[in-house]
């Protein structure tokens, strides 16, 4: 049989390599940070991690991890349920509802499994899902999971949502579910119009804050802070894979007869291991890095703020963005690859995306702002990308 299935496979493979959407990995030797180095012997600045905040290598969320590895061990062989619940697991949970406003929180192992299991649990064929059309793979699977009547609306389009509410007004009781901050174009979701959406037409509301908890709203708590809805969102889900840390890990945060019935019911916490002690202790010291001090989050803004306008100054289309990704739109799918391959011969790593990952003839390169980058960081990349830009004729 299986040589059959192995040729089967081969020939999907290469039919990937050809069309160029094979992914390569590269491999890291140093910690993730701004600078990185790369197991080819490459020193270069990363601009392609979701290491906003710079936490990803903190000394203190170090410290806090050696310390838990000390008190807890290393490991809890065993789903929350049976005997994987530690202190700092709940500790880190209600850490997690007193930043979000929510009334209580359920870990996860990822926000793919948050959402993963968030629908079929709480939902049946009687009820809608209303989902945005660029809304996260794991949401798209997660709603796939669950027997609820589907709805899509196009990205951050009101009057579609409008529209397809009006759709779903036979249904029992409806969810419309929203990435906070969309991963390709860097576009905050309208959330204080979809809740006035929801209020006309009896709908709750799901926002995943996973790009946006810890980037935007004053003092970093996610879209809810930034349109000053705090708590109003039934359903938050967010990760402990980016802002926070980057480890791993994953939440879902929101009214507490939901969270109960995800804790009884959701099938990626009661069947998949409890993440590991260390991870949530330093997760808890994440959320209070930025509680107790605007100062990394202030560098975020300022690095943002001084890419966006630098950039655009030298001619560059940059898609408008409140958060810490900077869209440079390119059009050309193969200009992407080349100018991405250019820049990291001038020392910058970015990433070049394409069809299908983006809309055709929207091609782009995702530069992700940090913390973590300098002021001469920034320095170096903007001069790069004017250099790559005059020589592949994108700017003059
Ligand atoms: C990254 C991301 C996820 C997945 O997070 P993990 O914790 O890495 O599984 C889910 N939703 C959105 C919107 C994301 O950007």
Known sequence: M??????HLKK?????ESAGLYKKERILTSPQGAEITTRAGLNVLNFCANNYLGLSNSPE??????????????GMSSVRFICGTTDLHK?????????????????????FDANGGVFEPLLTNEDAIISDSLNHASIIDGVRLCKAKRYRYMNADMEDLEDQLILAQPQRYRIIVTDGVFSMDGNVTPLDKILALAEKYDAMVMVDESHSAGVIGKTGRGTTEYYNVLGKAEIITGTL????????GGFTTGKKEIIE???????????????PPLVAASGIKAFELITHSSEILDKLRKNTSYFNEKMTRLGFNIKPTKSAICAVMLGDAKLSQDFAANLLDEGIYVIGFYFPVVPQGEARIRVQLSAAHTQGHLDKAIAAFAKVGRELGVIK
């Open 2 to 7: 299986y040589d059959k299935f192995q040729s």
């Open 261 to 275: 019935m995800l804790r009884q019911r959701s099938r990626p916490y009661l069947f998949s291991n409890s993440i």
């Open 91 to 111: 500790k880190l949970e209600t850490t997690i509802s007193e930043f979000f406003g929510t009334e209580e929180t359920i870990l996860y192992a990822a926000a």
């Open 241 to 248: 894979g980016k802002a926070f840390g980057g480890a791993i």
């Open 61 to 74: 969320l170090i410290e806090e991890s050696k310390k838990a590895l000390d008190s807890h061990g290393y």
């Open 12 to 16: 999907q493979l290469s039919g990937i």
